[in-house]
């Protein structure tokens, strides 16, 4: 059998089924099934949609066994905890699904040897390295899933100014933009896209980090490697950073208002409210930006008293060197000189 496509940034998970086989007739046959390494596979879905785990039993023995035999557990393994959630429990036709998963998942079923969980709405929190075991008869499988979001991740930092969130804060932070605390696999892929940032963040695992892709004075140092430069596993109470927030896709419509005249920040959480929509979210500017390449110059105010803008297609006077959503500031709420960015949610 053969490794193929090995990646040290991809955890492995293998499974040994030995399988022995007996024909009747003239031939007898013995055969060892040496099967089957599997390497770990992704499902990359956004906020919202439907995710299918795949997962199928390997018969080795020619014998059928009644598919209603079959055991099949699912598990969420855990990121930072040593203890796995349970997902779903299914023993022949009885099922049983458990926490945040009751009514969100089931099994896809197409055959008698599938047993791919599908995961419907799937948010922010769902992210993670899945595992199935299967059991019938005297076959089993057992095979890990990694289900990713695709999205976006951003700094953020309140406007009390930087290093004031320790970690149960930066978690709240997130969660009022609509988002959550970075995993590091998150920030490391954004740092592969690109993401250069010299303030430290929280990351969801209790570590703070920081993604460096031009090494500068300031940032660590000139002459040292680019790369995700880690300060480590920090006091969760005490110690104070910026974090570090990873936002997906969200159902409705996020948009610039048209509005007659600059806003206070009053005012502009208001107008949003007279358009039948809310002022919107940091998280909501950077999934629209990100995944929808929104582009608009016109500063505005978001929820959290902060101003900025999306720029998609770098220009004159509108982030000439890069795309990227602009922070003015937290300016003063009184100032009437800003637009607002609202957002809509979809029923
Ligand atoms: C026995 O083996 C021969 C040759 O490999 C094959 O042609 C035949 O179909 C086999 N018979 C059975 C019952 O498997
Ligand atoms: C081993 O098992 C796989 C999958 O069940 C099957 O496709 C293959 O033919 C088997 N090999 C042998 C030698 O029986
Ligand atoms: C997800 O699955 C549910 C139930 O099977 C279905 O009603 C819904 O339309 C699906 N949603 C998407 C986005 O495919
Ligand atoms: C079952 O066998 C197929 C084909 O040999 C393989 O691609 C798959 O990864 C195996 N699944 C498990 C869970 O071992
Ligand atoms: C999907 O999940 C979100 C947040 O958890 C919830 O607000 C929304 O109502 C759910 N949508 C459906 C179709 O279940």
Redesign the pocket.
Known sequence: FSIQNFDICTLFWSTLVLGFSY?????I?FMFNLSVVTEQIKVLVRRGDNATLPCRLNRSSQTSFDSSEMRVKWTKLPQHSSEETFVLVSVGIYRKTYGTFNHRVYLQEADENDASLIITNVTLDDYGNYKCEVISGLDDSTNVVSLELEGVVFPYSPRLGRYNLNYHDAATACLEQDAVVASFDQLFDAWVAGLDWCNAGWLSDGSVQYPITTPREPCGGKNTVAGVRSYGQRDKDQARYDVFCFTSDYRGRFYFLIHPSKLTYKEAVQACKNDGAEIAKVGQIYAAWKLLGFDRCDAGWLADGSVRYPISNPRRNCSPTEAAVRFVGFPDKKLKLYGVYCFKASK
């Open positions: 024909r009747s007739g003239n031939n046959t």
